[in-house]
């Protein structure tokens, strides 16, 4: 098959406004009126449009029959100028100015390379994942390449860091795998508790787990294993020791959403201990990422919250182990030999060997 050649993407505004019989192109329109506003001046206007000053004279009175308007006049002392109505018109048009001009340069050539990306050999990847110090961090690596490596062996990506190869999105453990079995991911990131059961929760997410690795259809690995608990401001380090702690008078309480499985083991943990969700000052006050619970807790908006050690650790929090989990990626069958899963597989535990409360699978 031949090669795809470079993507060359272009972008144009071709918005054309109808009156009666008469049609005209709003781009156009707004600018000879902003460059006839600037100019005060025909003949500059024209000179600056590159057109003679009989086009433009022209077009602008084809502007004023098509508008049922006088749009320009003759101020003395100012030369030619935008009448009220035309100062109106011009007015309306640059409030919406962003529907005439392209995108940015970066973002045009941000999808030009995954454009190319998707159309390669190897297509881009994407991986839904529940948020984690350690792929963040891969994300941005070069990985290792050899000349025997199967990345080098197809020419894919052998000159860019693993996020040329997989593109990320964050999301809760049960929205990452139900995004796989939609085919809404290619990969997913999740974690399991070990040692826990998730109360009335764990029929709905054991099943939905098995789906995935009980099945042909796709692959699962123990990717790394995390350590869990309590991120807690230093001044409350003495009154906060347990999950029991958290419905003290005077706590307050930052939780992660509905649907990962910091959530899941926390709700666990409380169901175990007897503790009622509604005794917590702020269970429903929700954050999505450890990170950000953590910058809560240091920001002082909250005194204590369910993640990672790595994130108390980040904000140099008290942390409270309550539990060691796994952390597993999935893939449908067929991309478990695509060169960026190993890749990205080698330098996630990479990561994890150097981050605290990590470890690799």
Known sequence: MAKHSSPHITFSSAAEL????????????KRILRIVADTQS?????????????TLWGR?????????CKLIGKARGRGTTLTGKGRALLAALEKHDELFAPPALDRINALATDLRLALQDQPLLRLRASHDYAIAHAMMAQPALDTTSSIAATG?????????MVYLENAGSV??????????????GYHHISGHTPGTTADAVDTLWQRI??????????????????IVAPGKRASIKTVADLTKPGIRFINRQRGSGTRLLLDAL??????????????DQEEFTHQ????????????????LRAAAAQFKLHFVPLSTETYRLAGRIETRRHPAVSALIDAVRAQASQLPGYSPG
């Open 292 to 307: 950000a619970v953590a910058a809560t807790v240091a920001a002082d908006a909250a005194d204590v919250g369910p993640g």
């Open 270 to 283: 409380l169901a175990q201990g007897k503790v009622m969700q509604s005794q917590i000052n702020g269970y």
């Open 213 to 230: 690795e009980d099945s042909e259809d796709y692959w699962s690995i123990a990717l790394i294993q995390r350590e869990q608990g309590l």
């Open 175 to 188: 929205d990452c795998v139900r995004a796989l079995l939609r085919g809404d991911a290619d990969l997913a």
């Open 42 to 54: 025909i003949a500059d206007a024209a000179a600056v449009l590159g057109v003679t000053y009989r």
């Open 18 to 29: 109808t009156l009666g019989k008469h049609k005209l192109n709003l781009a156009e329109l």
């Open 156 to 164: 894919t990506a052998t000159s860019g860091p693993i996020s040329s």
């Open 60 to 68: 602008l009175l084809s502007y004023d029959e098509a508008t049922a």
